[in-house]
């Protein structure tokens, strides 16, 4: 009986009232008249295709015929190669690994052989391959297959050296066996070991040689049913090649030897060789080498023949490269492969092994690799591949997927990404041609980028289900690459990979791209068509340090001023210093730069290049900001990244606060942190309620005895007044601390951070596991980018009153005030930050541009206590912990309105949310017009929160009144490099997308669609009231949800920790689809997962492979119309012609009946407890069964007509032949009766 769970009772009550409450809102009659067109039928979620290089390959077949490659790999899955886009997966559903695979030749069926010591039948002959017929073998283990061509037998060797035999049409066992006890001599007292190698002789079926692992191999008669001749030989046997003429055959052993048999002289070998051996001088036998793993021999008409095999290296060769050696006449070519060898395959011209096999090319499968090599060219060259295998070349970090991007993207990309490709290649066709492409009617331009550990990023086109690399840009030629372990270990902060990318940004329609990397760096590129040197790169140094403070409410005397952080000055302050000019360059990686301390300061983890950089067509670099080292402390991860081409900003944030970039005009325009973009008066700013408990003091905390007066300068706000206990002497700072007043804690936080996902996820994630006790993960599968132990440090300072981040500012020019401004990096002369406008001078033509943007250096206390953060989110986390680590995690330019009242037009915003579930708004003032735009600073001012929700902010975007989704103002797509004509053309064209319509007044006119870890809101703006709520997810929390657009309408995509995808209608937050697809059993998948428009995701399977679906019905319902087919007609080669002489003496191929010997009527049946035939899901009755929907229906019904069709023309046919045979007997009767006509009886 199932057990009653009150539990869920209760979670579906309150997600029933949750989703129902938005009604009672004042706003609800209003918006339950905006229209949705999505419903749930509109939503069906499947796998469409796989893409990358197969993982943890293990075994490989070809066929020659159909030209398709078949992949196995140790978890039990098959990949299926043909031309240029035809690809296929399938899965064994025990996930046992594949030993082997044989290709049904010209049949469109595959038979694969499995660790678990099962057998299966495929068809593909169907879009998606299934399993016909399966056999499990319960007393022995499979060791070996073989299947002779146009032969329906399969031989099957084992462990115990018996070969059974199975009908591939039936799958059933014969009861025909080969016992090793009958193959070997009597005489032998010893087992021979698991069959190695099975193979019938070319020339004659009736022959069948197999090999076993001690070194004998036998050649067995099936006719006698007796063993005709035994080879012997003292090393292991790996593999077996026979010559065409079937008179010799080849061995591969495990010393490094090939020896060479004569089937008519079983004594000794003909020949003994050691391609790699040393020979000795004296004739002895030569030094013994590293196991020869698989030989194949192929012959030639009009040559040598080819003897291509791997292994076999010397034993001194320590530390070389997997090898392949090609040996064709007395030329012994040695081809280095770049990771370990799995398999290879020798292409030929037939697939009759009795005929010469004439072999065009070499397919090797390696660890992590497929490489074609063109055996019909000097010096062995490669086929380029047309797959996309390639993806893992470098680890991925991060996904982006683009549906229905602009058209002319695509060209663009490829046109400059052709410029890269390696030269030297075949200049013959990819062997692996077969199959042909879908039919599919849905077709729009789809980008794929993925960002890769070593820092490169690539663009692939993904369009109508195919994947293929447009263009790959390399972000670490920015910087210089350390030469020497001591720069390596001074300021990075991963010990591998520090190009590795976190985050990306990209505008399509303005081709502007951001990137952020884990060295705490961001890059923003512009894409020209044309090559530019650029002599020096734009650097903005940004240093990110966060204050929190730990105030209790002032008093009733009022003494204590709230700092205003809704209010932003533009203006410097009175009574601070002027920012000063240095001409010393920055130390970069060499760690000159260092507090009075000792501690680093003001230092990147990379150092930007100083020389030249030439930069080829496509993207290229506009400008560098890296944050710096604060006191000793390394620089947060960037958490969350936007940019927008039509303001000229790029918006970032990380645990200690919030940064705005004017990448036009090179300036850093805000420097917030997170607590201060909270209004002072408003509720959803939470205070701590006790400081956290003191612990032992580290050695790594920053020194505090630097005097009073250096600690009280940099604890000044300012915007305190003259009441202020921070302008207090040391007797007024007593006297303030007895009154209650909890101290401040200045926090310099470092939080681990995953790639390419927000901070808050991932220890969510792994208590997640670790309370459902998976055990599957590996470290480095969890970060594929290690990162230091580095303790984090809290130190606790004497400052009081409100929380505020003093801006300090200093500036690096490198270069003498004498230069000119450069035009084309469009620099101003008046650069404008918060709370201050700073004037500068452009850069020089070597040196780079470095403006360090400091806040308060408050590093130095009173009581310095080390606190180790922990990312728990139990209920016994002090505030402090919680208030610490509120990181920005999620980042959306806007048009929207910045005040609550209607008055006006949208405005530029930014939504900025963070990882406690605050949404607060940050409105932007741009100047008007392009002349002003790159004169003026750009005005930036904090609005306050706009909601609260539970858990950290994934996702946020803006609605329409109707519904539909305002997307962000872009620049359109221009080319900076080009000419000045050209120029003015495309600056004619310039716009910036018209701004909403006012809204009415008393009116909302917008909606703010917000989703969090754990809920979903709709608000209606500018009013800000909510009008619909959501509870996504009790017991668990979403990984990553987005706002995707989809048949006309709009909804909300997530992906949760259970393994769930979920859609939520807009805006009303409807559920729409809910399916339990994948648990979380890999951080890999939760790391790429990535929704995009027309109901398309991805995600990363495995470290190699990429698997693309589709949450959308009717991409299913033509889904079988889109897939690739495999199997193709083709007409099978006709077979060698045997000769005038052959024919006339008996010398061509024997053939054998197998039927006759294999059958049930001559070797009876088979035992029953040795196999169990286990039917497949892919037969025809189970595929009728299946098939359901419009192409289903389809389908059965060009069935239907071409089976009539085919039975017509048949019943044609025969009436025919029977109205011909009917003339004929009509003639020769009437023929007859004139031949007899006038004879006499006894003249008959």
Same mark, same amino acid.
């Given at each position: 009986m199932k057990k009653f769970n009150i539990r869920k009772v209760l979670d579906g009550l309150t997600a029933v009232s949750s989703s129902s409450s938005a009604s009672q809102t004042g706003a609800g009659k209003e918006n339950d008249a905006v229209p949705e067109s999505l419903q749930s039928e509109h939503f069906q979620l499947c796998k469409t295709v796989r893409h990358g290089f197969p993982h943890q390959p293990c075994s490989m077949a070809f066929d020659p015929v159909q030209k398709i490659l078949a992949v196995g790999t140790l978890t039990g899955a098959l990949r299926l190669f043909g031309r240029a886009g035809v690809e296929c997966y399938c899965q064994h559903e025990?996930?046992?690994?594949?030993?082997?695979?044989?290709?049904?030749?010209?049949?469109?069926?595959?038979?694969?052989?499995?660790?678990?010591?099962?057998?299966?039948?495929?068809?593909?002959?169907?879009?998606?391959?299934?399993?016909?017929?399966?056999?499990?073998?319960?007393?022995?283990?499979?060791?070996?297959?073989?299947?002779?061509?146009?032969?329906?037998?399969?031989?099957?060797?084992?462990?115990?050296?018996?070969?059974?035999?199975?009908?591939?049409?039936?799958?059933?066992?014969?009861?025909?066996v080969i016992m090793w006890n009958k193959a070997i001599e009597l005489s032998t007292k010893t087992h021979p070991g698991p069959v190695v190698h099975i193979s019938d002789n070319p020339m004659d079926e009736g022959k069948l040689l197999i090999g076993f692992e001690c070194g004998v191999v036998v050649l067995w008669d099936l006719k006698s049913k007796k063993a005709d001749c035994r080879y012997n030989y003292d090393e292991a046997i790996h593999s077996v090649a026979w010559h065409h003429e079937g008179k010799q055959f080849l061995c591969s052993h495990s010393d490094g030897t090939l020896t060479t048999w004569n089937i008519r002289t079983p004594a000794k070998p003909t020949q003994i060789i050691t391609p790699h051996g040393k020979q000795p001088k004296d004739g002895k036998k030569p030094e013994p080498c590293k196991p020869i793993l698989k030989v194949e021999y192929k012959t030639t008409r009009a040559g040598d023949p080819f003897m291509v095999l791997s292994g076999g290296l010397s034993y001194d060769t320590v530390g070389r490269r997997a090898c392949l050696t090609v040996m064709h006449g007395k030329s012994t070519a040695v081809l280095e492969m770049d990771f370990p060898i799995v398999d290879f395959l020798t292409l030929c011209e037939t697939p009759y092994p009795n005929d010469f096999q004439e072999p065009y090319a070499v397919v090797v499968l390696l660890e992590r690799d497929l490489v074609v090599i063109d055996l019909g060219q000097i010096g062995y060259p490669i086929f380029e591949s047309p797959y996309p295998l390639s993806i893992h070349e470098s680890p991925v970090t991060c996904c982006e997927y683009f549906a229905d991007c602009p058209a002319e993207l695509i060209p663009a990309l490829y046109s400059v990404g052709s410029r890269q490709k390696r030269?030297?290649?075949?200049?013959?066709?990819?062997?692996?041609?077969?199959?042909?492409?879908?039919?599919?009617?849905?077709?729009?331009?789809?980008?794929?980028?993925?960002?890769?550990?070593?820092?490169?990023?690539?663009?692939?086109?993904?369009?109508?289900?195919?994947?293929?690399?447009?263009?790959?840009?390399?972000?670490?030629?920015?910087?210089?690459?350390?030469?020497?372990?001591?720069?390596?270990?001074?300021?990075?902060?991963?010990?591998?990979?520090?190009?590795?990318?976190?985050?990306?940004?990209?505008?399509?329609?303005?081709?502007?791209?951001?990137v952020a990397g884990v060295s705490a760096h961001v890059i923003v590129y512009r894409f020209s068509k044309q090559e530019v040197a650029t002599a020096n790169v734009q650097l903005l140094e940004v240093r990110m340090q966060c204050e929190l403070s730990d105030v209790d409410s002032p008093d009733a005397t009022g003494e204590q001023t709230p700092t205003q952080a809704s209010s932003l000055p533009s203006s410097p302050q009175d009574g601070e210093p002027p920012a000063t000019a240095s001409t010393q360059p920055s130390a970069g990686g060499n760690g000159s730069n260092s507090s009075a301390d000792g501690h680093r300061d003001n230092i990147p983890c990379l150092q930007v290049r100083s020389s030249p950089l030439k930069q080829s067509p496509g993207y290229q670099v506009e400008l560098v900001v890296q944050l710096v080292w604060v006191s000793g402390e390394p620089p947060q991860q960037i958490t969350s990244l936007a940019i927008n081409s039509s303001y000229g900003l790029v918006v970032f944030g990380n645990s200690n606060g919030l940064a705005v970039v004017d990448y036009l005009q090179k300036t850093l325009l805000l420097n917030l942190g997170t607590s201060e973009l909270y209004s002072p008066s408003e509720p959803n700013q939470r205070q701590p309620c006790s400081p956290r408990k003191a612990r032992q003091p580290s050695g790594a905390l920053c020194d505090s005895n630097d005097g009073p007066n250096a600690a009280e300068e940099r604890c000044k706000s300012p915007n305190s007044g003259s009441n202020s206990p921070f302008n207090s002497d040391d007797e007024s700072k007593a006297k303030f601390i007895k009154k209650g007043t909890k101290r401040c804690c200045v926090c310099v936080m470092r939080t681990s951070v995953c790639l390419c996902m927000r901070v808050y996820v991932f220890?969510?994630?792994?208590?997640?596991?670790?309370?459902?006790?998976?055990?599957?993960?590996?470290?480095?599968?969890?970060?594929?980018?290690?990162?230091k132990s580095? /303790?984090?440090?809290?130190?606790?300072?004497?400052?009081?009153? %409100?929380? *505020?981040? $003093? &801006?300090?500012? #200093? +500036? =690096?020019?490198?270069?003498?005030?004498?230069?000119?401004?450069?035009?084309?990096? /469009?620099?101003?002369?008046?650069?404008?930050?918060?709370?201050? %406008?700073? *004037?500068? $001078? &452009?850069?020089? #033509? +070597? =040196?780079?541009?470095?403006?360090?943007?400091?806040?308060?250096?408050?590093?130095?206390?009173?009581?310095?206590?080390?606190?180790?953060?922990?990312?728990?989110? *139990?209920?016994?986390?002090?505030?402090?912990?919680?208030?610490?680590?509120?990181?920005?995690?999620?980042?959306?330019?806007?048009?929207?309105?910045?005040?609550?009242?209607?008055?006006?037009?949208?405005?530029?915003?930014?939504?900025?949310?963070?990882?406690?579930?605050?949404?607060?708004?940050?409105?932007?003032?741009?100047?008007?017009?392009?002349?002003?735009?790159?004169?003026?600073?750009?005005?930036?001012?904090?609005?306050?929160?706009?909601?609260?929700?539970?858990?950290g902010i994934l996702t946020m975007a803006l609605l329409d009144a109707a519904g539909a989704v305002l997307p962000a103002s872009y620049e359109p797509w221009y080319d900076p490099n080009a000419s000045d004509e050209e120029q003015e053309k495309e600056k004619s064209r310039w716009r910036r997308p018209a701004s909403p319509p006012s809204s009415q007044e008393g009116h909302d006119s917008q909606f703010a669609v917000l989703c969090s870890e754990k809920q979903a809101k709709v608000l209606a703006m500018p009013s800000q009231t909510r009008v619909y709520k959501h509870s996504i997810t009790e017991s668990s929390f979403v990984l990553r949800a987005d706002v995707v657009q989809m048949g006309g309408g709009n909804c909300i995509a997530c992906l949760c920790a259970n393994g769930h995808i979920m859609t939520l209608s807009l805006p009303s937050l409807r559920p729409l689809?809910?399916?339990?697809?994948?648990?979380?059993?890999?951080?890999?998948?939760?790391?790429?997962?990535?929704?995009?428009?027309?109901?398309?995701?991805?995600?990363?399977?495995?470290?190699?492979?990429?698997?693309?679906?589709?949450?959308?019905?009717?991409?299913c319902d033509n889904l079988q119309e889109m897939l690739s087919e495999l199997f193709t007609p083709v007409e099978t080669p006709e077979a060698p012609n045997k000769g005038f002489f052959k024919g006339l003496f008996g010398g061509g191929a024997q053939s054998l009946d197998r039927e006759d010997l294999f059958g049930e009527t001559a070797s009876g049946k088979a035992?029953?407890?040795?196999?169990?035939?286990?039917?497949?899901?892919?037969?025809?009755?189970?595929?009728?069964?299946?098939?359901?929907?419009?192409?289903?229906?389809?389908?059965?019904?060009?069935?239907?007509?071409?089976?009539?069709?085919?039975?017509?023309?048949?019943?044609?046919?025969?009436?025919?032949?029977?109205?011909?045979?009917?003339?004929?007997?009509?003639?020769?009767?009437?023929?007859?009766?004139?031949?007899?006509?006038?004879?006499?009886?006894?003249?008959?």
């Open positions: 025990s996930g046992a690994s594949v030993i082997q695979l044989q290709f049904l030749i010209n049949e469109g069926a595959l038979v694969s052989a499995l660790a678990d010591d099962s057998i299966h039948l495929w068809n593909l002959r169907q879009k998606i391959p299934a399993i016909l017929h399966s056999l499990k073998f319960n007393r022995e283990r499979i060791t070996y297959c073989h299947l002779p061509f146009q032969s329906k037998w399969l031989y099957i060797g084992t462990e115990r050296g018996n070969i059974h035999i199975v009908n591939v049409e039936s799958f059933t066992l014969s009861g025909y030269q030297g290649y075949s200049k013959k066709d990819w062997p692996i041609s077969g199959g042909n492409w879908g039919q599919g009617t849905e077709s729009y331009p789809e980008i794929i980028i993925t960002g890769h550990a070593d820092g490169s990023i690539k663009f692939w086109d993904a369009s109508a289900l195919m994947l293929q690399v447009l263009y790959k840009l390399k972000t670490a030629k920015v910087f210089e690459r350390a030469r020497g372990k001591e720069e390596k270990a001074n300021a990075d902060i991963v010990d591998e990979d520090p190009f590795a990318i976190q985050t990306l940004c990209w505008c399509p329609e303005s081709r502007m791209l951001c220890p969510r994630i792994l208590s997640c596991l670790v309370r459902r006790h998976v055990t599957c993960l590996s470290p480095c599968e969890l970060f594929p980018v290690k990162y580095r /303790r984090f440090s809290k130190t606790v300072a004497n400052d009081f009153g %409100t929380v *505020s981040v $003093t &801006p300090r500012m #200093s +500036r =690096k020019i490198s270069s003498s005030n004498d230069q000119k401004p450069n035009p084309a990096w /469009r620099s101003m002369s008046s650069r404008k930050r918060f709370y201050r %406008t700073l *004037s500068g $001078t &452009p850069t020089s #033509s +070597r =040196k780079s541009v470095k403006l360090v943007f400091p806040t308060a250096n408050s590093d130095h206390n009173m009581n310095s206590k080390d606190v180790l953060f922990s990312r728990s989110r *139990s209920s016994s986390m002090t505030s402090v912990d919680r208030e610490s680590r509120e990181a920005v995690c999620a980042l959306c330019f806007c048009e929207t309105f910045p005040k609550k009242s209607s008055e006006g037009a949208p405005s530029p915003c930014v939504l900025v949310g963070t990882t406690q579930g605050s949404v607060m708004l940050v409105a932007l003032s741009l100047p008007h017009g392009d002349d002003h735009r790159l004169m003026q600073p750009v005005g930036i001012s904090s609005c306050g929160t706009v909601a609260r929700l539970k858990g689809l809910d399916v339990n697809y994948l648990p979380l059993t890999d951080m890999r998948i939760a790391r790429t997962f990535c929704f995009s428009n027309l109901g398309q995701a991805l995600y990363l399977t495995s470290p190699t492979e990429v698997q693309r679906i589709t949450y959308s019905q009717e991409t035992s029953r407890s040795l196999a169990q035939h286990i039917p497949g899901p892919g037969n025809m009755e189970g595929m009728k069964g299946a098939a359901s929907g419009v192409v289903g229906d389809l389908a059965r019904a060009r069935v239907a007509l071409d089976e009539r069709g085919q039975k017509l023309g048949e019943l044609e046919e025969r009436t025919a032949a029977m109205m011909a045979s009917a003339d004929s007997f009509s003639k020769h009767a009437h023929d007859m009766m004139l031949k007899y006509k006038d004879k006499k009886w006894y003249q008959l």
